[in-house]
């Protein structure tokens, strides 16, 4: 029978999973979890999480992200889909694209990339997209004068 700290200690461990990638660790592939993720290693592929992603001073991480919100204080290059709050901190090198509707950029941020919204995305997407053909066939009728019969002119 576990002891009441025992049964403590496994309580707070249930509440607190993290996933980590140590700084000594370099891990290619795929990574899907509902907890959260803290990468002060090398991540090179894609990453699935409810959770937060905090990417360390010393990690680094190149690929596709989706991910609940996420805190990056090293390098990352790649796609970055955040459904809450994208926070890029002091010292981070991001290159590729990020989708978020809230981003949190410090002064220090090294930055090359697209940012995207996509909450004003889903409203542009409702707008009718103009023609991509030069001459679109048109039907256009002009209205008929009164009082002007056949052959009149």
């Given amino acids: 029978m576990a002891s009441d700290r025992d049964s403590k200690d496994m309580g707070s ?7 980590r990638i140590c700084s000594d660790t370099k891990i290619t592939g795929t990574i899907i979890t509902q907890h959260d ?10 990453i699935k999480t409810e959770g937060k992603l905090v990417i ?12 609940k919100s996420v805190d990056i204080s090293g390098s990352f290059d790649g796609v970055l889909k955040s459904t809450e709050l994208a926070s890029l901190r002091e010292k981070c090198i991001f290159t ?30 409702k707008k009718p997209l103009p023609s991509t053909t ?4 048109v039907s ?14």
């Fill in 56 to 67: 360390g001073e010393s990690g680094k991480c190149k690929g596709e992200v989706h991910c």
């Fill in 37 to 46: 993720i803290r990468i002060d290693g090398y991540l090179e592929g894609k």
């Fill in 140 to 153: 256009i009728k002009a209205p008929e004068e009164k009082g002007k019969g056949k052959g009149e002119g």
């Fill in 96 to 125: 590729g694209e990020i989708h978020s509707d809230q981003i949190s950029i410090e002064p220090t941020v090294r930055i090359s990339g697209t940012l995207v919204s996509p909450e004003l995305s889903k409203k542009d997407e």
């Fill in 13 to 19: 461990t249930q509440s607190n999973h993290v996933t």
């Fill in 134 to 137: 030069p001459y679109a066939p």
